[in-house]
């Protein structure tokens, strides 16, 4: 899939070990944009990776001759990658780098590198799993548009769009320790920040959520724990499950 090409798999490793921001995974594979821009290129068309765009909007002046912020003038918007295979990704992220090693039969640095980056790892996979629940959800108002959302000054794991115009906005914990009702209050100020306009806020946790939280009786908040993800096995073949679904 990749010709066995240096630069794509740098830029792969690269961006599954960053924040998925192509300027970032550039200069992580310390690499141009000028070349660095077409080999994504290459790999968006072999379908190894999908594109996620930024909804950031340049800075505007008030006036022509007004001066930005030194912070507001160097920021660099940029889209994300997302790959079309959690596989793919743990691929490039733990194995690629290492595979001389791995060749012969040196485990010890795949071991040291996987324990430190496993959760930043399976975050991601519960992210993506968070928004086909909400998919699946929300049949009844369809989504019609979603992705994670991020700017210069927050960032929002999911913000989607339902087909009769309600936004939801929602945020994925993938820890150990019961979500609690500071959470919902971080998220509702990380819209104001964002200037967004939320109907609905959904919460997922993995451990589940405080009393203080359940108890709540918001018509706008939905929370989902780890047992609600069993609705999305359900609509799968083992097919499915093992050669990877696809969303038509």
Same mark, same amino acid.
């Given at each position: ?58 800075? #505007? ?24 295979? +959690? ?35 399976? @975050? ?17 108002? +369809? ?48 819209? #104001? ?16 959520? @405080? ?25 799968? @073949? ?11």
């Amino acid at each position: 899939m990749t010709l066995g090409d240096t630069l794509n798999h740098n830029i792969l490793s690269a961006l599954a070990l960053g924040d998925r921001r192509t300027h970032s995974a550039f200069k992580r594979a310390h690499i141009s944009e000028h070349a660095g821009i077409p080999a994504l290129e290459y790999l968006y068309r072999t379908g190894i990776i999908t594109i996620e765009p930024s909804r950031e909007k340049p800075p #505007t002046k008030a006036y022509p001759s007004q001066k930005l912020k030194k912070e507001v003038e160097k920021h660099q918007i940029s889209d994300k990658v997302n790959f079309m295979s +959690p596989f793919i990704r743990f691929w490039f992220s733990f194995i690629a780098p290492l595979h001389r090693g791995i060749e012969r039969g040196e485990y010890e640095e795949f071991t040291q590198r996987y324990m430190a980056r496993e959760h930043g790892f399976s @975050s991601l996979v519960f992210e993506k799993l968070s928004i086909e629940l909400l998919r699946h959800t929300s049949k009844d108002d +369809p989504i019609v548009e979603v992705s994670s959302y991020w700017d210069r000054n927050v960032e929002i794991d999911i913000l989607a769009k339902t087909a009769s115009g309600k936004v939801i906005v929602g945020e994925c914990k993938y820890t150990n320790t019961k979500v609690n009702r500071s959470e919902l209050s971080k998220l509702v100020e990380k819209c #104001t920040r964002g200037n967004i306009k939320a109907d609905h806020y959904v919460l997922f946790s993995k451990r589940g959520f @405080s009393n203080e939280l359940t108890s709540l009786k918001e018509r706008t908040l939905s929370l989902y724990a780890l047992e609600d993800f069993t609705v999305i096995l359900e609509e799968l @073949s083992t097919k499915d499950i093992i050669e990877g679904y696809e969303k038509p």
